[in-house]
C-alpha cells in the first residue's frame, strides 16, 4: 500500500516538471538560419502517437507571403513524406535545430514530387498574442448599421426589417463552385482537412468550392466515428499531436484538424498560419487521434477523430492560432423537428460555433443537411417553417416562412433559416448573445404556390380618413383561387390628388420600398432590433404598401414622410443642412398585410386611388 502511494507521489512529482520544461523551450534564432542546417520536426501519421521526420534547410525566403513575414524553405524527410508528400493536417508541425523550436510546418507547394515545405518562424506565431493594455473606458452602445429598417407608419413607431436582396448569400453562392486554387503551383499555405460527420455528400461536394477558396481540403467521404472518450492524447495536447476545431458538434460534424507547434504551461500555438484570420475568436478545440494518413497525388490528407472539448482558440491571425486548455467556449445549440413525407417525425440536435460570418452559413448547412436526409432534392414541395431565435436576455425572433418550388427546397429553407441570424449577428450590441435556435419543419410533396393575379380596392375614389378594403385574388398552378381581403386605412393628412397602392409579396414590396425609401433608420437598442426583425415581411402573406407623390427626408437616421412644403424650403435653402439629408420624392403612407397562409406568394399588382376632399 506504501508502495503504491509512494509511486503516485513519485508520479505527481514528476509531472509538474514535464509540465513546466515546456516553458523552457529555447527559440532559434532566425539570423542564424542558414542552407544545410538539419533537424528534426515532429507530427503524428497514425493513432497519437507523436513521431519525428527530418529536416533539411534550404535557405530563407524572404518577405514571401507578406511584409515582414519570412518563410524558411525546408526538405522534409522520414516516416512516410517520401510517398505522401507533405500532409494536410501536418501545419503546425514543430521543428527543431539543436534542440531549440524553429517553427512549424506550414506552407507546400502543391503537386510537388518532392516534400519541400516552408516553415512560420516561431517568433511570428507567438507575437499572434496582444500586449497587455491599460483597461479602455466602457463604450456607449452602438447602433446596429448592418441592417436596413423602415417605420411602419401608424404604428407608433415601430420598425420594419428591409432585406437588401432576396439571397442573402450571393457573394457565398457565387464562391461555391468556384476554382479551387488547386492549379496555383507557388508556395501556398497548407490546406486543413476539413472532416464532416452526418451530411451528405452531394451537399459536400456542392460547397467543396466554398471550402477550398477558405483554405480547407473536404475529406470526401469521411465520417466521424464516436468520441473516443479513451484517446491518451485528449487530457494533454503537446507539441507535434493533433487537435480539431470544433465548428459543428452533436447529431452533426464539422471539424477542422492541425498540429500543436509549442505549449506553454496552458497556452496552445498550433497551426503556422490563420485559420479565417477573424483575429478575437471563441472556437472550441479538441484533440485529436489520427485514424490513418491518405496519400493523394493531389492533396494528402490525416484522417482523424476528435475527441471532448479541451480548450478554447481566442486568436486566429496570419502567423498561427492561438488558445488556452481549460477555457470554455460556448456554441449555439440548434434543434430541428421535422415531420417528413414519410410519415415520420424526427428530431435532430447540434451546436454550431457562434461567429458573425460562421454561425448562419454552418446553420444553412444543418438544415439543409437535416433535410436532405429524408425529403426530395428535385420535384414539387413544400417546407412549412415555424421556429425562434431565442437570445440569452430573453427576447427571440420569430422565424417563419413556406417554401415551395419544384428544386432543391432543402436548399432554400436552409438559407430562410440563416439569413435572420447572419442579419442579428451582424449589429454591434455589445449584449447580444444567442441562447439557442429552435425550428419546426413540415414536408409535403406538392407545391404550394400563389400568383397575385388580380387586385382591387372597394373604392376608387377616397377621402382623408377613409378606411376601404382591398381584394386580391391568388391562384394556384393547379388553377385554385385564394382571396384574400386587407383593410387599408387613408391617413387623415393625405392632401394629394393620387395614391399608389403595391399589392403584393412581400419580396416585390422589399424592392419598391427599397428604390423609394434608400436610407436606413438608427436603432436604438437590441430591443428595437427584435421588434424590427420580427416585423421582416415573410413570403406567405399579402402585403399592401400606399405610397403619396411627396417629398420625404431622413435626419439623422429618421425618416420625416410628407413634411410640410416650408421646412422643406428650409432645408433646402441650407447647403450646410442639406448635404446631410436625404430627401426622396415619394412617401410611404401606409402599411399593411393579411395573416400568414400555408402557401408561398408571388408576384405584385399595382392599384390607383383618386383622393376627393370630404363633401365633394
Given at each position: ?251 452533426l460534424n464539422l471539424d477542422v484538424d492541425c498540429t500543436v507547434t509549442h505549449r506553454d504551461k496552458d497556452h496552445l500555438f498550433a497551426c503556422g498560419h490563420r485559420f479565417l484570420m477573424v483575429g478575437p475568436a471563441k472556437i472550441p478545440f479538441s484533440a485529436a ?50 415531420e417528413s413525407t414519410l410519415n415520420k417525425t424526427s428530431d435532430i440536435h447540434f451546436e454550431i460555433v457562434q461567429h458573425a460570418f460562421l454561425s448562419p452559413f454552418l446553420l444553412n448547412l444543418g438544415v439543409t443537411s437535416a433535410l436532405n436526409a429524408t425529403e426530395r432534392a428535385v420535384g414539387p414541395s413544400t417546407l412549412e417553417l415555424k421556429g425562434k431565435i431565442e437570445l440569452t436576455d430573453g427576447q427571440a425572433i420569430d ?218
Open positions: 500500500m506504501l508502495s503504491v502511494a509512494f509511486a503516485l507521489f513519485l508520479a505527481m512529482g514528476l509531472a509538474v516538471p514535464l509540465v513546466r520544461a515546456q516553458d523552457k523551450v529555447e527559440f532559434f534564432p532566425m539570423e542564424k538560419v542558414q542552407p544545410g542546417l538539419k533537424g528534426t520536426g515532429k507530427t503524428i501519421f497514425q493513432g497519437d502517437k507523436v513521431e519525428e521526420f527530418q529536416v533539411e534547410i534550404l535557405g530563407v525566403l524572404k518577405n514571401a507571403m507578406a511584409p515582414k513575414r519570412d518563410v524558411i524553405l525546408a526538405r522534409l524527410s522520414g516516416g512516410p513524406l517520401e510517398k505522401t508528400g507533405v500532409i494536410a493536417g501536418m501545419s503546425g508541425s514543430p521543428v527543431y535545430i539543436d534542440g531549440k523550436l524553429l517553427g512549424a510546418v506550414a506552407l507546400s507547394f502543391p503537386f510537388s514530387k518532392e516534400p519541400l515545405a516552408g516553415i512560420t518562424p516561431i517568433q511570428e506565431m507567438t507575437a499572434v498574442v496582444p500586449a497587455a493594455a491599460a483597461p479602455a473606458p466602457p463604450a456607449p452602445p452602438k447602433a446596429a448599421s448592418a441592417v436596413r429598417v423602415a417605420r411602419i407608419p401608424g404604428s407608433g413607431g415601430l420598425l420594419r426589417l428591409i432585406p437588401e436582396s432576396d439571397n442573402p448569400y450571393e457573394d457565398w453562392l457565387k464562391t461555391v463552385g468556384a476554382d479551387d486554387a488547386q492549379g496555383d503551383l507557388g508556395l501556398t499555405g497548407m490546406r486543413f482537412p476539413i472532416r464532416f460527420g452526418g451530411f451528405s455528400s452531394d451537399l459536400i461536394q456542392s460547397y467543396s468550392g466554398f471550402f477550398r477558396h477558405l483554405g480547407f481540403e473536404p475529406a470526401s467521404g469521411a465520417t466521424l466515428a464516436a468520441t473516443d472518450e479513451k484517446m491518451s492524447a485528449a487530457a494533454d495536447p503537446a507539441p507535434g499531436s493533433m487537435i480539431s476545431l470544433l465548428l459543428v458538434h452533436g447529431d487521434r489520427v485514424i490513418t494518413t491518405v496519400p493523394s497525388l493531389a492533396s494528402s490528407f490525416k484522417l482523424a477523430v476528435a475527441g471532448p472539448p479541451i480548450g478554447s482558440i481566442t486568436q486566429d491571425r496570419f502567423g498561427a492560432i492561438y488558445g488556452v486548455v481549460g477555457e470554455k467556449s460556448r456554441m449555439i445549440p440548434v434543434s430541428i423537428h421535422l422565424l417563419e416562412d413556406v417554401i415551395s418550388g419544384d428544386f432543391n427546397t432543402p436548399g432554400s429553407a436552409g438559407l430562410s433559416v440563416a439569413f435572420p441570424l447572419a442579419q442579428l449577428l451582424s449589429t454591434s450590441f455589445p449584449d447580444l448573445q444567442v441562447e439557442r435556435v429552435d425550428l419546426t419543419l413540415v414536408s409535403s410533396n406538392e407545391k404550394r404556390m400563389a400568383l397575385v393575379e388580380q387586385a382591387w380596392s372597394s373604392k376608387s375614389e377616397v377621402a382623408p380618413g377613409d378606411k376601404i378594403e382591398v381584394t386580391a385574388v391568388l391562384r394556384t398552378p393547379s388553377g385554385e383561387a385564394i382571396i384574400q381581403k386587407i383593410p387599408v386605412n387613408i391617413p387623415e393628412n393625405v392632401n394629394d390628388r393620387m395614391l399608389t397602392l403595391i399589392v403584393g409579396s412581400g419580396a416585390m414590396v422589399n424592392q419598391i420600398q427599397t428604390r423609394f425609401s434608400p436610407a436606413n433608420l438608427s436603432l436604438r437598442d437590441l430591443q428595437q432590433l427584435v421588434q424590427a426583425m420580427n416585423k421582416t415581411r415573410r413570403n406567405n402573406r399579402v402585403y399592401a404598401l400606399l405610397m403619396a407623390p411627396q417629398r420625404s427626408f431622413v435626419v439623422q437616421g429618421d425618416e420625416y414622410p410628407s413634411p410640410p412644403p416650408s421646412l422643406v424650403q428650409t432645408f433646402l435653402a441650407d447647403p450646410a443642412v442639406s448635404s446631410s439629408i436625404t430627401f426622396s420624392g415619394m412617401s410611404i403612407i401606409g402599411d399593411f398585410e393579411t395573416k400568414p397562409m400555408p402557401v408561398t406568394i408571388r408576384g405584385q399588382k399595382t392599384l390607383m386611388l383618386k383622393v376627393v376632399e370630404t363633401g365633394n
